[in-house]
Structure formats: C-alpha cells, structure tokens
C-alpha cells in the first residue's frame, strides 16, 4: 500500500441510477468506472464482479465479490460485497481443518459474520479474476503472473464446505456473464483456465479490436460457446455429483472441453470409453490450440508449457525423435513468417523460440495428426501473421469450422460422432508411449492460459523475448524442467513471495539451546523458590478479581458491539497491571476459540522497548500487518488504515504499556493513539498501562487527555492480606515457610510498597538464606528470622555499615567534614579547610598527617561511593564538598566504634 | 675458587630474582583470579549459588555487587566464573555477555556489543545493525524466543553499572531486568558498581523489576589480617624452582611481618586506604628495589616506598622551581593571610615582592616586571596558581585574578627541603606580617 507509488484514482458511476430511495436517499447504481489519473486508463467494474480491495498489506489486497453498489445522502459512494478470504486470513488454528495444501491462488467464500461488508467504493482497487471450481477439481497451477483466483470450498468461520452447486454455478453464471457483456474489454486480468477457454478469450479480444463488420459473428458465436461451456459445466458438475466418479483431475480437464462424452458415456465409463474420450477431447482440443499458438505467437514463449510438454520422464527419446523430425518440417514457416511480418522482424530470437515451441507442440499433434495436420498450422501461422483485416477474418473463420463439433454439442450431434469416429481410428495407430504423452500433455493445457493480450505483447515485446531465450537451450528434459522452476520468479505477483525471505525481518534470531537438561528441583525449597520465581504465571490472580473483570468486561462489550474504546490503567510498579491485562487476553482469547466472542486481534507495545516514541508506529505496523517501514511512513498508513470505512478488518486490541514513555513534545503519538479508536470504522481497543494515576491531567494536553476519555482504572497496591495471599497461591500448599514468616513478609512489603516483585524476591531470598543455614534449625522451614536477615540484605542502608568499614583517615576526613561544617554553619565546604580540620583531628588524636594528595585521594574516593557531593572540576584545593548522607547518619556510624 | 663459587652463586640469584620479579609482578598488576579471597567468603557462596541455579535450573536472577574501588568486585566475580567454568555442565550451557559502562557508552553500542558477543551478527546480516530500533526489537524478540528449560542460560556482566543508569530512559536495564523477571531465555544480570547509592538512581519501574538482590563488598578486615594479607601477597609459592630461595625469601618475609618499622609504614598505609590495589603499589615500589646485591627485601624498602607513595606532587612541583618563583609563591601566601583567601592578580603579587626587595634592598632579587610577569607564568603553567573562572579573558594579563594551588603547609614544608634557600627568604615566608 505505498502510497507514493501509487497515483490517484477516481471513481465516477457507469450510467444513471438504476434505482433509488427515498427515503434513505440512496442511488444504486450498476457499476464504477475507476479512472487513473496517472495512467489515464479506465476501468469499468459493474456488479457480480470481482474486485481487489486495498486491505492493511499491500501485496495482499483482499479479494470481494461487487454486489450492490450505491450512494447515499452524503454523496459517499458506497459499495456491498462479498467477501472472500485468502488462506492467509484465515486462523491458523483453523487452517488445519483443510487437510491440504491450499496454493496462495485459492480463495475462499467467507460467509462468516464479523465483517464488515459495507465498503468505501475507494477501496477498490481493480477487478480481478475468480475462477470456482467443482469441489473435485485440482486448483491449476498458475502459470502467468496475472492475478487469478480461484474459489473451491466456503469458509464459514468454523469449518470449510464445498461450494454448494447452485452457487457454484451462479458464480460461473457471474462470470460469463461478465465476459459475454462487458461493454468495454477487460483484457488486463482475464486468465482462464484451460486453453480452450483461452483461446476463445484471446479471440475475442482480437475479435473486438478488429472490425465492426465481423464483431457480431464473433459474438454471436462466442456466446453460442460460452453457453454452451456452462451448461456444459453445470451438466457435467450435477453428473459428477450424482456419479461421485473419482476420474483423475486431468481426465476432468478433458471432459470440460469435450462435450460429446458428456452424460452417456460417463455413466458408462469403462476404460475405452473413457479413452477414447480423451482422444475425442484431444481432436477438439488440438486445432484450437495450435490456432492460438499460431495467432499469437508471443504468448508461446510461456516456458512452463514447454517444460511440461517436453519434461516427459517416459519417453524423452521418443518425443526427441518425433520432435527432430517434426521440427525439419515445420521450421520453415516461422523464418518465412519472419519475413512476412515486419513487426517482428526485429527480434529473431524469440522467433526462433516460436519455432520451438511450435514444433514442441506439434510433435505431439504429430503422433496423431501427422504432418498434414502441421502443415495446416504453419499455413494459418502465415495467414495470421499478415496484418490484413480479411486475413484475420479468415483465420477466425478456419477456427471456427474447425471448432465447431467441439463447442456446440447437440446441434452437431453428427459432426461429433464423426470426429469420434476418426479419433477411434486414429487411436488405431496410436501406441503406448503416445498415450502417455498425452496424459502428460494434458496438465499442461491446463494451466496454459493466454492472460496475455495482443496489445501487451506488442507493448512489452522484450517479455516473450527474454522468456524463449532461456527455453532456447531445453533440449534435455531435465533443463526443461528448471526453466520452469525458474520462470515463475519473473511474473510480478511471484517475484513478490521470494523477496520476502530475503529480508532480515524472516531471520529468526535465537538463543542457542542448551546442551544439558535443566535440573528439577530437588528439595522443598528448591521448588518453594522456583514457585516464588515471579516469571512464573498463575493460573489465576488472586486479588484482582475485580480489576480483572471490570477489563474483561470492558474488552468483551467492545468486541460484541464492534467499536472502539480507549482504557487507562495505572497502578504503581508491581501491582500486576499488565499480568491483569494479559490475563484477560487470554481469557478472550479462549473465548474466541470457543466461538463465544468475534475473533480478534491481539498487539501489544511498551514504550520501554521502543527507542523513540514514533517507533511506536512502525511496531504497531509490523505486528499488523508484518510491513516493516520508517516511522513516518507506518504513521501515515496506520491512519489510512484505521480512518478509512470498509475494508474488512478484524478488531484489533491494542496493549500500551508504559505509556507515559510516549511523551512528545507535540504529543502526536498519543494524540494519534487515542484518536483512533473514537473513528466509528477503527474497530481498535486500546488498553493504556502506566505508573501515574494523574498521567492523563499532568503531562497530556487537554485534546489528548480528552480522547483518552474517562475509562479508567487504577490498581492499588497490594495489602499485606493480598500479599500473604498470593505468596499462599503460589506455594501452592507446599510446605516451605512458617506462616508467621509470610504474615512477617506481607506486612513489611505492604508498608513499604505494596509492590508483589518485592514480596517474592524476599521469599526467594530467605528460602536461600535458609537452605544456608538448614544445618543448624531442624525444621528446614523457612522462619522469621531467615525472612528478617533477608529484609535487612534488601532494605538496610547501606551507608552506615560501609563507613564503619572505611579507612580510619576516611572516617576521620568524614568527621572532619562535619567540624568544618559545624565550624562554618554551612552544609559545604572545600577541601582545603576540611584538611585543615583533618590535620587538627590527627594532631589529637596522634596520628599521621596525611599529604594534600593523599586527602585529595581519599576524598575522590569517598566521592566515588557517593559518601560526598564533590565538584567536579580540576580546582584541586578549592573543589567544593557536600555531604550525601545525613550528619546524624555519620555521627551514629561513627560514634559506634 | 672461592670467587668462582661466589659467580656461580650470584648467577643462580640473578636468575632468581628476575623469576621473583617476575611472580610477584604479575601478582601485583593482575587482579589474578589465582589468589585467595580474603574476607568475602560469604559474598563468594551467595555469588556462586545464583550462578550455579541460574546455569542448572535455569532460574533468572539480578543482583548487584556494590563496593569502593579496589574492594575486589571483579576479583570477586572472575573467581567465582574461573571456579564455574571447571565444571563441564557449565562450560557448555553458559553464555555469557560483558559490557563496560565506559565502553557501552549509550543502549546503541551496547545492544550492538550484545549482539555481536552472543553471535547472533551471523543470524542478522548486516541489516539490523543499520537502526536502533530493529537492533532493539531484534535482540528481545531473540531472548523472548527462550524458555526456562531449553535455552542457554545467558550472564550479563555490566561492570562500570552507575554509567548504563544515566542512558536514556534506562531503556537497557529496563529490558534486561524485565526479562530477568519473565519466562523468557533464563538470563541473570550481573551488575558491578561502587556507587553505594545505586538504587536511588533506578527509575522506579526498572527498580521494581530489580531483585534487589545486593552484595556487598567491605574491605572489612582489620590490620591483623592486613598483615596476613601482606605476607600471602609477598610469599613466594611452593612450586618455586629454587627451593633454598624460596625458603629464605619466604623466612624473610615473615621476619618483615613482625618487623616494628615495617608494621609501622603498614599501618600508616592501612590507616590511609583499605584496599589491596594501594598495598599492590607499595609494595611493587619495594619489589623494584630488589636487586642480585640487595636481594632480600628490608625494612627500610618499604619505607621508601611508602614515602614515595605519599609524596605530595604539588609540593614536589615547589622543590624544582627557581628562587624568583618561590619569592613569588612567598609573596601570593602572604597575600593569601591578609585577604583570606581571595583572589589577586599579579600586580597585587608584584607589589608585595617589591616591598620585599625593598625592605631587604638586596639587588640580586631586582628583576625587572617583564621577568617576574614570565616566573608568573611559569607558574600558571605548572598549575600551581589557577585563574578563576567568570572573568572575561580580555582583562590585561596582569590584572587577571588568580587563586593560589597550594596550602600554607605545603610551602613551608617544600622551603623546608628546598636547597640552598636564601635564609632571608626563609625568613620572609615565615615572618608573615610581622615585619609590617
């Protein structure tokens, strides 16, 4: 979703208003022409169509089915669909239900609820193709780069059906309805699915872009054969469903173009019947394709057919034999074509590749048509080739004749038992190999499609070019085959999924594993400690049942009723805020699995992990949606995301914790965090943690402090009950510590913060210090004085002890610090006068005068420890001097001794 | 043949005392994790406990080992490692992380500095390395992967911990402490630091996050155990090659021990600073002034030594300066009597030294101002006088005030021991105002 990429569009209705309402002061329109400001082309996308719809990713639009369109009293234009999921939306948990692999072409019909399915008709980026198929029908593997979809199976929010028949076919109905009606040529994303329907398509196109005189033939014709394709497929699809025939997939590919086998003979279906189908499919099916070969030489250069043709296993010799000496006498036609057309005269190289591929298709044809066969390709090539409108005509007209058994069924019933008649013949002559051939020629028709216009090929001749030279070399099966392993990296839409690997953001960086197993507690107390440890979570929080509740019940009326909200939670540390909110996460989380709630989706941010304020943007991104963009970028997206009607999205529970760390001077973070959630499409639930009660009045200006609103919960810090009741949770009735003890360790932590880390440490501590001296009390359980000895370690001051500790010139520096300071009725001093009292202090008491630098020594010293405030600066005797710690403090320290 | 033997003899104690020099050297330069620990043998169980349950269970810690300088922390910590690290189980499970807060100067270095000595630069590629931001989430998202039972345990060592306080927002420690405080990749933060008010300077939510978990280390031993201490550092070790040496050298040292002077210099240095760091120093200073001739040390090393450790340097400064600047500095210390303390400029100095000259009328102290303006700056240069600050440079030189570096004790005793002082000088630093 780059937005500088991407140029502007405009949205205008195709015709008037179909209908209207007034009393909702709506217009229903029938269609959207989108126009590109950038590109000046247009698009008409009318109702039953497929779109894309911009979503949160990019590269992963979503894909919808047009279903009404409108404008309401606003003049927003407004769009209703249906929405179908890629297998990347759907749970992961839920994913498994498939039982297979599901390719990123297939969609799924999404009829659960919680979508929205009202859009902004701006979201719409362009229609797309959608292809349903039978549920026995193998997804065909793509073969070009143009978005193509296929719908098999609907996804309801709990588990995957087929597609019903009616709506398979009312889809299908959609489609063709499309094709056959579409006023202006939707050539960009038309792809179809085997090469018959290709063919036709590409026709069309050519069809409608050649003259006037000859389009309503054309038409006619056409819709003759898109009829007759979806009564066929709907034929085909009730027999398969009352059949429930299992014939392989490519055997399904067959029948969908061969209409003659349709009812009689499936039901029948013994092996030569079905043979001799094939063949009859292979007859109608091979003019068609050599025509189109021929007619658009170009979109031959698609390696992967080639690869499959030719990347036989059985019989590479046989095919490379019946190949050389097919291609002796064909090749001729595309050097003279080259001649003829001068458009194309400039690339020979790709010519020479047409050959190939002429020949690699030809060979096959060969095995049953022979030469004769061949050579009419070569003539229709000629005649194709030349620019001339009568030309083309007649080339449309061969095909025709040639195709007609094939498409219209009934009426040429005669026609069909004729061509059976000459296949069962030819079948005569065919052996083994060839029948292998042919299973394997099939796939590849397939997923061969002619996506590609005439336009496009002439616009962009480099393509073809640059595909045929790395098919030039395939002469061995085994290198055929890696050109079509390469190949799909250069259509767009591939070229996209490898680059994602590259990227850093796919490194998974990990800790390396241990090499030995963690050793298992071993005693009472171990275990009592390993219990205390606060990293481990319990099952429940006691004693924040009711915080718990009021943030569950928060949450949970949000998701149900579909809107945002903003909540601020402070506590002081260590009073399990964000364990609370975590808890209740996953509470709603289970819920959602247990389809009590709307799914929804789960991200948290700490402003302590972010290095600035405005990475919060880029985090909130990248958990969304997995883009990895600057700062000002994901704020920019983020708000297109959350300010923008329609697109569906799930709601989207936000964690802040430590808020208040995403201060700015402007306070735009906040102020875009909070404003979010009150947008009627934001659907975002924001959960704010932080320390300060009054965060929200102190450091907010008035603007973001309002948005926040007035949602607020503050957790107390713990009493000594709730202490003692959570030490008694944890443990878990293990008995390791005297009650008194935990009563001793409640009631110091509640008066002195009330923070549970604290708590638990001091726990942990004193199981230590027990385990320490467990030779000498026979209890083994911890006791009150462990507890006290571990308070003391904790909480004592450390000062007093540590000058007791000091050197005796130290102490006596202190004491004189406190003369001069006693002296001079000021709490400051410079060294030079407190060494004159330390050299007093020594002269009375007898001892060494110690140096300037010796005092200036110790002095830096206990400025180190922080004992004293000193200047720093290189004024040697005239550094000034403080005291960091009270004279009572000092005296008291000293007086001991 | 009694020559030869004496040759023969001094060779062997040539190589001996080299080998000596050599031992104790090291001894002394190195806070040799080798050495017994004295007085911190509690401090040493707790470390090694929390160690030991960090790498074996896999239990997540923080603790901070507070101290003055030169009590040992590191010592400390590089002993109870050195002591781990000979157990196989450990050798293999830890990883571990050295920072310096004066090396790791911001979270940016030091995130890259975790990364690259937990090797994880391989992983990364060079992308990561290229913000902050993706450094950061990089390395969280990496110990978040762990859990306590099948990742390595990893030990943060930050030494120099006050320093990594002051990063912004204490995002590092916030990190390493919340993940020391959450099923994560067992990690256990060492901090070593000698500030005794560390905890105050913990923002509070890095603060909870805290164990609160302290060692203390004291130097809380008397002069008893000083002197045992003195006498293990000078000891020479068993393994030593020359045995009849060994045995003189280590008789001597006992001999020294309980030698009154010896005893005396020590208790002055004890008395002065508890730490052994300052005790290495004295007596590396001895230790030099062992020769093959004077092999044994002597009492009278040591007080040597001692008085070269507390020389006074701005004193020694007084001792090279010429009779010129020492009238100037005599002149600058009565200025410093009559105003007590305030600042004066040079032509307030220049005065007093010309009453001087006048009231002596000695000739040869009659320089000219030019000359006495460059011995001022003289000792400008040398520190002794310093200009205080706020005053703006474009004052004449020679009005430009100044403050005086040194004490009145220390001129009188540098006079004391300046040689061939003009006793008129003398004199005239002692009278003070009475020849007013």
């Known amino acids: 979703m780059n937005t500088r990429q991407q140029c502007k569009r405009i949205y205008s209705w195709v015709g008037r208003a179909k209908s209207s309402d007034q009393q909702l002061k709506t217009f229903q329109y029938r269609g959207v022409l989108i126009k590109s400001e950038r590109s000046l082309t247009e698009m008409c996308i009318l109702l039953g169509e497929f779109v894309l719809v911009e979503g949160e990713n990019a590269d992963q639009p979503f894909v919808a089915k047009l279903l009404k369109l409108y404008e309401d009293g606003s003049q927003e234009k407004h769009a209703v669909v249906q929405w179908f999921s890629r297998i990347t939306e759907l749970p992961l948990n839920k994913r498994k239900l498939l039982q297979r692999e599901v390719s990123s072409q297939e969609i799924f019909l999404d009829k659960g609820p919680g979508y929205d399915t009202d859009i902004n008709v701006e979201t719409i980026i362009k229609n797309v193709k959608v292809i349903p198929l039978a549920p026995e029908e193998e997804v065909p593997v793509r073969s070009n780069g143009k978005q193509i979809f296929f719908v098999k199976e609907s996804w309801d929010g709990k588990c995957f059906k087929p597609l019903s028949p009616g709506l398979l076919s009312e889809l299908k109905e959609a489609e063709k309805k499309k094709r056959v009606g579409s006023p202006s040529p939707l050539t960009d994303c038309q792809v179809f699915s085997s090469d018959f329907i290709c063919s036709l398509k590409t026709e069309t196109n050519r069809v409608t872009r050649s003259t006037m005189k000859t389009k309503n033939i054309q038409m006619e014709i056409e819709s003759r054969h898109s009829a007759s394709k979806s009564s066929l497929s709907k034929e085909r699809h009730s027999q398969r469903v009352a059949n429930g025939i299992n014939t392989p997939g490519a055997r399904k590919k067959l029948q969908l173009n061969s209409p003659t086998k349709s009812r009689n003979k499936l039901t029948g279906c013994d092996v030569l019947e079905l043979l001799g189908d094939d063949c009859d499919a292979l007859e109608a099916l091979e003019p068609s394709a050599t025509k189109r070969k021929v007619t658009f030489t170009e979109i031959l250069g698609s390696p992967p057919k080639i690869s499959r043709t030719n990347g036989e296993p059985d019989s590479p010799l046989s095919i490379r034999g019946d190949w050389t000496k097919l291609a002796e006498t064909i090749r001729i036609s595309p050097y003279r074509r080259g001649q003829d057309s001068s458009l194309k005269a400039k690339n020979l190289d790709g010519k020479d590749d047409d050959t190939w591929h002429l020949n690699s298709r030809n060979e096959e044809e060969e095995t049953e048509e022979r030469t004769r066969e061949s050579k009419r390709t070569t003539k229709q090539a000629a005649t194709s080739k030349s620019n001339s409108k009568s030309d083309t005509n007649l080339a449309e007209e061969q095909e025709l004749k040639t195709r007609s058994p094939v498409v219209i069924p009934r009426s040429h019933r005669k026609c069909v038992q004729k061509t059976t008649a000459r296949i069962a013949e030819q079948l005569h002559f065919l052996n083994i190999s060839e029948q292998d051939q042919e299973d394997d020629y099939l796939p590849s028709t397939d997923c061969s499609d002619s996506s590609s216009s005439e336009e496009e090929e002439s616009m962009v001749p480099s393509t073809p070019k640059r595909k045929t030279r790395s098919s030039t070399t395939l002469s061995t099966p085994i290198s055929s085959r890696k050109s079509f392993d390469t190949t799909p990296a250069k259509t767009p839409r591939n070229a996209s999924e490898p680059r994602t690997p590259k990227t850093p953001r796919n490194a998974t960086p990990r800790i390396p594993i241990r090499n030995q197993a963690t050793e298992k507690p071993a005693n009472v107390l171990e275990e009592a400690r390993l219990r205390l440890h606060v990293s481990i979570i319990p099952g429940s929080l006691p004693c924040r049942e009711e915080e718990f509740q009021d943030i569950y019940n928060f949450v949970e009326s949000k998701l149900i009723d579909g809107t945002g909200g903003c909540m601020y939670i402070s506590g002081v540390p260590g009073t399990g805020k964000t364990a609370t909110v975590h808890e209740v996460i996953r509470c709603l989380q289970e819920a959602v699995e247990n389809d009590e709630l709307p799914s929804f989706q789960f991200i948290e941010i700490n402003g302590m992990k972010l290095t600035d304020p405005h990475q919060a943007y880029v985090q909130i991104l990248q958990l969304l949606t997995g883009q990895k963009v600057t700062a000002t970028h994901a704020a920019e997206l983020l708000a297109k995301l959350f300010s923008t009607p329609g697109p569906k999205r799930k709601t989207t529970v936000l964690i802040v914790d430590e808020l208040d760390l995403l201060w700015t001077r402007k306070q735009d973070v906040m102020y875009n965090l909070f404003d979010w959630p009150t947008q009627k499409q934001a659907k975002l639930i924001i959960l704010a943690i932080a320390n300060t009660m009054d965060l929200p009045e102190r450091i907010m200006m008035n603007r973001v402090a309002s948005r926040l609103g007035l949602t607020r919960m503050s957790f107390q810090p713990y009493t000594y009950k709730q202490l003692q009741q959570i030490i008694s949770s944890r443990l878990n009735h293990i008995k390791a510590f005297e009650e008194d003890a935990i009563q001793l360790v409640s009631r110091k932590v509640a008066a002195l913060s009330g923070d549970a880390r604290r708590c638990l440490d001091i726990c942990r501590r004193s199981t230590e210090i027990c385990e320490f001296s467990s030779q000498k009390s026979t209890s083994g359980l911890v006791s009150m004085a462990h507890v006290m000895k571990a308070i003391d370690e904790m909480f004592s001051s450390p000062y007093i002890n540590s000058i007791r500790n000091a050197s005796l010139h130290e102490q006596m520096f202190l004491k004189a610090i406190i003369a001069e300071f006693r002296r001079s009725g000021l709490e400051e001093a410079t060294v030079q006068q407190i060494y004159h009292q330390h050299v007093a202090l020594c002269r009375i008491e007898g001892l060494q005068i110690p140096t300037v630098s010796e005092i200036m020594a110790i002095c830096s010293r206990l400025g180190a420890c922080r004992f004293l405030l000193v200047e720093s600066s290189n004024k040697y005797l005239h550094v000034r001097v403080r005291l960091n710690i009270s004279q009572d403090d000092v005296m008291y320290a000293l007086k001991q001794e | ?436």
């Open chain 2, 1 to 436: 043949m009694s020559k030869r033997k004496s040759k023969e003899t001094s060779s062997v104690n040539e190589e001996c005392i080299s080998q000596v020099q050599r031992i104790l050297r090291e001894r002394f330069c190195h806070q040799c994790p080798n050495g017994k620990l004295f007085g911190v043998q509690l401090q040493y169980k707790h470390l090694l406990e929390l160690l030991k349950r960090t790498i074996i269970h896999g239990e997540s810690n923080s603790a901070l080992i507070i101290g003055p300088r030169g009590s040992g922390k590191t010592m400390l910590l590089n002993y109870v490692l050195k002591e781990l690290m000979e157990v196989k189980q450990v050798r293999e499970n830890l990883l571990q992380v050295h920072l310096n807060g004066l090396l790791q100067t911001n979270d940016k270095i030091a995130l890259k500095e975790i990364t690259r000595q937990l090797q994880m630069e391989n992983v990364v590629g060079d992308k990561v390395f290229g913000s902050f931001a993706e450094n950061l989430a990089f390395l969280l998202e990496a110990l978040k992967k762990g859990n306590r039972d099948s990742s390595c345990p990893v030990l943060f060592i930050l030494d120099e911990f006050d320093l990594f306080v002051h990063h912004k927002n204490q995002t590092l420690l916030y990190n390493l402490f919340d993940i020391s405080q959450s099923a994560q990749t067992p990690v256990t933060v060492i901090g070593l630091t000698c500030r005794q008010d560390i905890l105050e300077l913990l923002e509070k939510r890095v603060k909870s996050r805290f164990s609160h978990r302290q060692i203390y280390l004291l130097n809380s031993f008397d002069f008893k155990q000083y002197l045992k201490i003195f006498k293990e550092q000078l000891y020479l070790p068993a393994e030593f090659p020359y045995k009849p040496f060994t045995q003189k050298w280590n008789k001597n040292v006992q001999s020294l021990s309980e030698d009154r002077t010896v005893q005396d210099v020590l208790r002055n240095h004890f008395h002065c600073s508890k730490d052994l760091r300052s005790l290495h120093m004295l007596l590396m200073l001895a230790l030099s002034s062992i020769t093959v001739s004077h092999p044994f040390m002597t009492g009278s090393d040591l007080l040597e030594a001692s008085k070269l450790c507390r020389m006074d340097s701005k004193a020694n400064i007084v001792h090279g300066l010429s009779v010129l600047e020492i009238c100037l500095i005599i002149a600058m210390k009565h200025l410093n009597d009559v105003y007590e303390g305030e600042p004066f400029n040079f032509q307030m100095v220049y005065n007093e030294f010309q009453k001087f000259i006048q009231r002596k009328a000695h000739s040869m102290y009659n320089f000219e101002k030019p000359v006495v303006m460059k011995a001022f700056e003289h000792l400008l240069q040398l520190e002794l006088i310093k200009p205080i600050e706020g005053l703006s440079v474009r004052a004449q030189r020679e009005y430009l005030l100044m403050k005086l570096l040194l004490d009145n004790n220390q001129i009188m005793d540098a006079l004391q021991v300046y040689p061939n002082c003009p006793t008129d000088v003398k004199q005239w630093a002692t009278s003070s105002l009475s020849w007013l």
